[in-house]
């Protein structure tokens, strides 16, 4: 039966190479994060571009009178429908955003873990460390000046305005600008709820058995 080697036994370009898939691993969550919030992003200004089609289509086969798309009250209620419906649908590539931000955050946590079985020995046996970090809460996942907060935020604004002004039309009423800003922002408060609630879950979880008693550090 082939001996196991033992820790102590492992020759120091064993780690560099655990260094090499590290460094190809993060590589790939950042580039499969990326693609994933490009994805959405296009499906949701698809999906916010359709009432702007629809309305056009209308004006074109003259169903709809175009100077009436000039005036909130002679606006028909089905355009207000759509622009409620796209609303609505937008919320899930929202939902989506905010999944694929928890999920580049979990696996890059996964990796930060996997770099504390080589960082101490590379420091011991090369006198150099990875300039990575090796902590395991590591990066947060509620970081809203980061492109992908920014990108979930505004998506949330945008969102909030389709719903609000769909929904209002739809009730026949005429607001004014302070009244129509106030229902948008209480909109954007209910997405920007979920994104907080939904990145910070994470936080609240138990820090990974570190059965090495390697400290944690973010260097």
Same mark, same amino acid.
């Given at each position: 039966?082939?001996?196991?080697?033992?820790?102590?036994?492992?020759? !120091?370009? #064993?780690?560099? #190479? +655990?260094? =090499?898939?590290d460094?190809?691993? *993060?590589?790939? &969550?950042? @580039? =499969?994060?990326?693609?994933?919030?490009?994805?959405?992003?296009? @499906?949701?200004?698809?999906?916010?571009?359709? !009432?702007f089609?629809?309305?056009?289509?209308?004006?074109?086969?003259? &169903?709809?009178?175009? #100077?009436?798309?000039?005036?909130?009250? #002679?606006?028909?209620w089905?355009?207000?429908?759509l622009?409620?419906?796209?609303?609505?649908?937008?919320?899930?590539?929202?939902?989506?955003?905010i999944?694929?931000?928890?999920?580049?955050?979990?696996?890059?946590?996964? $990796?930060?873990n996997?770099?504390l079985?080589?960082?101490t020995? %590379? @420091?011991?046996? @090369?006198?150099?460390?990875p300039? +990575?970090? *090796?902590?395991?809460?590591?990066?947060?996942?509620? =970081?809203?000046?980061?492109?992908?907060?920014?990108?979930v935020?505004?998506l949330? *604004?945008?969102?909030?305005?389709?719903?609000? &002004?769909g929904?209002t039309? %739809?009730?026949?009423?005429?607001?004014?600008?302070?009244?129509?800003?106030?229902? $948008?922002l209480?909109?954007a408060?209910?997405?920007?709820? &979920?994104?907080y609630? /939904?990145?910070?879950v994470?936080r609240?979880?138990? %820090? !990974? /058995?570190?059965?090495?008693e390697? !400290?944690? +550090?973010?260097?």
């Amino acid at each position: 039966m082939r001996k196991t080697p033992q820790r102590d036994d492992w020759a !120091p370009g #064993q780690f560099l #190479q +655990l260094a =090499a898939v590290d460094f190809t691993g *993060i590589y790939a &969550v950042h @580039l =499969a994060a990326k693609e994933e919030r490009l994805k959405m992003t296009r @499906l949701a200004l698809s999906l916010l571009s359709a !009432p702007f089609l629809a309305a056009v289509a209308l004006a074109g086969a003259k &169903v709809v009178d175009p #100077q009436s798309l000039t005036r909130w009250e #002679q606006v028909p209620w089905y355009l207000f429908a759509l622009v409620t419906a796209f609303g609505l649908l937008s919320v899930l590539p929202f939902l989506r955003l905010i999944e694929a931000v928890n999920a580049h955050a979990r696996t890059a946590r996964a $990796i930060n873990n996997f770099r504390l079985l080589y960082a101490t020995r %590379l @420091l011991k046996d @090369l006198d150099w460390s990875p300039n +990575l970090p *090796i902590d395991p809460r590591f990066p947060e996942t509620y =970081a809203p000046l980061a492109w992908p907060g920014i990108n979930v935020m505004v998506l949330a *604004i945008v969102n909030s305005t389709y719903l609000t &002004v769909g929904m209002t039309g %739809l009730t026949g009423q005429r607001p004014g600008l302070p009244s129509l800003m106030t229902g $948008i922002l209480l909109v954007a408060l209910v997405h920007y709820a &979920v994104y907080y609630v /939904r990145c910070n879950v994470s936080r609240r979880r138990r %820090l !990974p /058995r570190n059965p090495y008693e390697f !400290p944690n +550090l973010e260097t």
